[in-house]
């Protein structure tokens, strides 16, 4: 049986504004209905695979709990990173905490954010490289090239160490344009996936002589982990140890004993928006529409709009990427697309809220958005999913307003406890310890009005939380 462990903390920008920091590319869904993440636990949901461990960021724990129940996979444990620390560390945590169970089990290291269409190709590609992978080898994968792409890592293969698998020559890092071609004409020579499997024991055998350091303070904070609402919190004093690295330089680029084992099957690494164009549904012209959007005379071109109050109409554009959402929109150059970090950072640099967050916030009761606001007033729409409670809580310069609109809500305010119906409204005073509970079998909506001298969402002071959270 193969663990696939699935790397989910990247807070990737080059996708922004549908990828936010708060927000990141492997939640969102970029090509198709579901999320890249859901995608990667699904295509493992096969015979010969175990449920995933997920390692994801603090801040992404009930996103990923939630995707996986919505996508039907149940996970064995969701590893949570107190602070991003690479793929290096994600990887022997994971390796780590599932030795424990068996260290020669064999384990499939995947990031959340690729896109590899066709599951039962690229499961048989795994299943090629078990005897490898049994016998002592870390096993690679590598695509199929199709073009002198700049933007990957790339792989060169050698002679057969196993029947369908190659030895690794070398790791070939983002090449030049004029190296891309002459790697594409070089038939030894595959995009690196990123993806590899290997046995738990072998790969902590290589951390151990190449980064001993990185993997102790890893063992620290898996041994010192606690267990917090089915999740598995890393001790934050050693993972604060751990190297920034990612899992190529750390171990692969040091060992010799790699393999590669080809997959010729559609795969993407997403990192642009002009992947995201070559990989989406095509009309005639090359021109893709997503959501909410129309094109009169366009040309390659990708048309966006995740936002049902707005319908985005492109005409007469050729090579351009249009993508609004509620709060914000961008229009870009094709050939531009991977400089959109640079807006990002520049937004981040004048403070832009919509740099990292969305103006629809998601908590693991629900989600809320804010739909209008002024001086000392703020107006926000709550959802709050069936049998969910916000916590126990009061705040120190704000009073509230309810009125539901869809549901019914129970509604604690100091030491009385009612049902509030929709077309009813409750007030909250400032100060007074209140709670908002939905009891019912389907979501509840209501409009929130805040008046106050401080509207901030740090303005919380909470006594009861089935959430664990501060």
Known sequence: ???????????????????????????????????????????????????????????????????????????????????????????????????????????????????????????????????????????????????????????????????????????IEKPAADLAGRLLANPRCLWNSGLFLVRADVLLGAAARHVPELLAAAREAVTEASADLGFIRLSAGPWSRVADISIDHAIMERVSNLSVVRHDGVWADLGSWAA??????????????????????????LLRSDSDGIELVGIGLKNVVAVATRDAVLVADIGCSQAVRLAVETLRARAVPQAT??????????????????????????????????????????????????????????????????????????????????PGRVPMVLIEVQTGSYLGEDDIVRYEDRYARE
């Not at 795994?126 to 792989?155: H, K, M, N, Q």
């Open 1 to 171: 049986m193969i663990t696939p462990v699935l790397l989910a903390g990247g807070s990737g920008t080059r996708l922004w504004p549908v990828s936010r920091a708060r927000f990141p590319k492997q939640f969102a869904a970029l090509v198709g209905e579901e999320s890249l993440f859901q995608a990667a636990a699904r295509r493992f949901d096969a015979p010969g695979f175990t449920a995933p461990l997920v390692v994801t960021a603090e801040e992404f724990r009930f996103i990923a709990a939630e995707q996986l129940d919505r996508a039907g996979v149940p996970a064995q444990g969701l590893i949570l990173e107190p602070f991003p620390r690479n793929t290096a560390g994600a990887a022997l945590a994971a390796a780590l905490y599932l030795s424990r169970g068996g260290p020669e089990g064999l384990i499939l290291v995947v990031p959340s954010d690729q896109l590899i269409p066709d599951a039962a190709a690229f499961r048989a590609a795994v299943e090629l490289g078990i005897p490898a992978a049994s016998d002592g080898r870390i096993v690679t994968f590598g695509i199929t090239p199709t073009r002198a792409e700049t933007g990957y890592g790339w792989l060169e293969c050698g002679e057969p160490s196993h029947p369908g698998v190659e030895t690794l020559v070398r790791f």
């Open 276 to 301: 995201v164009l070559e990989q989406a549904p095509r009309d005639r012209t090359g021109t893709a529409l997503q959501g909410h959007a129309t094109a009169v005379e366009c040309e390659n071109t």
């Open 357 to 438: 967050a969305f103006a629809r916030e998601l908590r693991p009761w629900g989600w809320y958005e804010t739909i209008g606001a002024g001086e000392r007033f703020q107006v926000k729409r709550i959802h709050v999913h069936p049998g969910a409670a916000l916590s126990l809580q009061s705040h120190l310069h704000r009073s509230e307003h309810w009125v539901v609109v869809q549901g019914t809500a129970r509604v604690t305010v100091g030491d009385r406890v009612c049902l509030v119906s929709e077309n009813q409204s409750i007030y909250v005073p400032l100060g007074e310890v209140h709670r908002l509970e939905n």
